[in-house]
């Protein structure tokens, strides 16, 4: 039963490495678990259905953040940004993947959108990239450090959420700690990532890269991109429009709600005119609908490994072969946060599946309580780079791959898996240790 895990996950991460579709991939990892947990196969896929409900809130906050996306695009407010990155940037490779990883961080924070601006901002970017001769994995890997590294370090917006959800876990459990403690020890882990960055950009994917013409124009995928350049009154009205929207969701802790009144306002202030109401929504389900709908599959397959008892067993047995040796105990459980995240592609769900297990081990081995913070939010946090099934691997394989020249897997997942998880679980793992 503690090989369940280990042999679904090797098995999606294989299938996904072969070019196999990411859905795809993820069911016959899940169907596989199911049958290795003693279901039936039409006992596994019942299992995996009725669990896709547990990702309904976030697909459903993705369907309409596209939507809003949409509707900010249409004020042509995102080209401005676009033409000034284009002018002032021309030639500055690493400076521009270094604002790229900058404009990404602030969609966690001050303008809560997630993913949904990249469809938005980065297909109009793409000749830019290819005139520059700029790598797209290392554009991938910039987006998704502004996709992952500010709910580490930051604790506002997304990071208050995955601060708060460590924070439940821990206290829930038997451990004494406060939220800024939980912050504190996601310091060290965060600065793994940053490191992980310079790295990939300064390094690793500092070299051109010649990408061939397939045919396809990418300056296609924004329809308004030669309109609209200077700034006037309807982009100030979107301005308000996002910052109500913002609003809304701190006040609500709701994407829903903060992307409801978001578009609501767009429609208000007439910047998006009624009769475009369809096509907007549309747009924003075709943008943001396959992302959405792989978080659906694998909030599923996350119910079959927890309900199945595959995580407990994969805990248990590695937790009976550690004894108190704190490096060893902190390095296998970061293995484990690992595999699960890298299954169910969400670190904010894994961490309500592990803290229960972990915490009291833990304790028992001598971890003070904001070690076992920094363990249990590392353990969380790793894989979500990565993971084929991650909104932070999905989101910019949305934007780079609009012209049909990038590749999910090599190009996302691989180059963020090794630029991001080797550093955060170093620093994750030095963090458990001298905390």
């Not at 924003?284 to 407990?312: E, Q, R």
């Not at 081990?361 to 309580?369: D, N, Q, W």
Request: hydrophobic fraction near 55%.
């Amino acid at each position: 039963m503690e090989w369940v895990v280990v042999v679904s996950v090797l098995l999606m991460v294989i299938l996904s490495l072969l070019r196999v579709n990411v859905i795809l991939s993820i069911i016959i990892a899940a169907i596989v678990a199911g049958v290795m947990s003693g279901l039936n196969i039409v006992e596994a896929v019942e299992m995996l259905v009725s669990g896709m409900g547990g990702q309904a809130n976030t697909a459903l906050s993705y369907v309409l953040l596209g939507a809003f996306a949409v509707a900010i695009s249409y004020t042509g407010i995102t080209n401005i940004l676009v033409k000034y990155l284009i002018r002032i940037m021309s030639g500055k490779k690493t400076t521009l993947l270094l604002v790229i990883a900058g404009v990404a961080s602030l969609s966690q924070n001050v303008v809560p959108v997630h993913i949904a601006f990249i469809p938005i901002l980065i297909p109009p970017l793409l000749t830019l990239f290819d005139r520059m001769q700029v790598d797209r994995r290392g554009v991938a890997v910039a987006l998704t450090f502004g996709l992952q590294a500010p709910y580490i370090l930051i604790p506002a917006g997304f990071g208050l959420i995955f601060h708060r959800i460590i924070y439940d876990g821990l206290v829930q459990n038997g451990a004494t700690i406060t939220m800024g403690e939980v912050a504190k020890s996601m310091i060290i882990p965060g600065l793994g990532m940053i490191v992980g960055l310079l790295i990939a950009l300064f390094i690793t994917y500092r070299k051109d890269k010649e990408y061939t013409s397939n045919g396809q124009d990418a300056t296609l995928y924004n329809e308004k991109q030669s309109a609209d350049i200077s700034f006037n009154l309807k982009h100030l009205l979107t301005v308000f429009a996002i910052v109500g929207a913002l609003i809304a969701q701190i006040i609500s802790g709701s994407l829903i709600i903060g992307a409801l009144i978001g578009l609501g306002l767009m429609f208000l202030f007439f910047v998006v005119p009624f009769s475009k109401g369809d096509k907007i929504i549309s747009d924003g389900v075709g943008m943001m609908g396959s992302i959405a709908f792989v978080m659906l599959v694998a909030s599923g397959y996350g119910t079959i490994l927890k309900d199945t008892g595959a995580v407990d067993a994969l805990v248990e047995a590695s937790s009976g072969y550690l004894g108190n040796n704190k490096a060893l105990i902190a390095f296998v459980l970061l293995l484990v946060g690992l595999l699960i995240t890298m299954g169910i592609g969400s670190s904010f769900g894994t961490i309500p599946i592990i803290a229960a297990l972990f915490v009291p081990i833990c304790l028992s081995a001598g971890f003070s309580p904001i070690a076992t913070a920094a363990l249990i939010g590392t353990a969380g946090a790793l894989g979500d780079a990565g993971s084929p099934a991650s909104d932070s691997t999905l989101g910019p394989t949305s934007g780079l791959n609009a012209d049909g020249k990038h590749n999910h897997i090599w190009d996302t997942c691989v180059p963020t898996f090794t630029h991001f998880n080797i550093p955060l679980f170093l620093f994750g793992w030095m963090a458990a240790l001298f905390l």
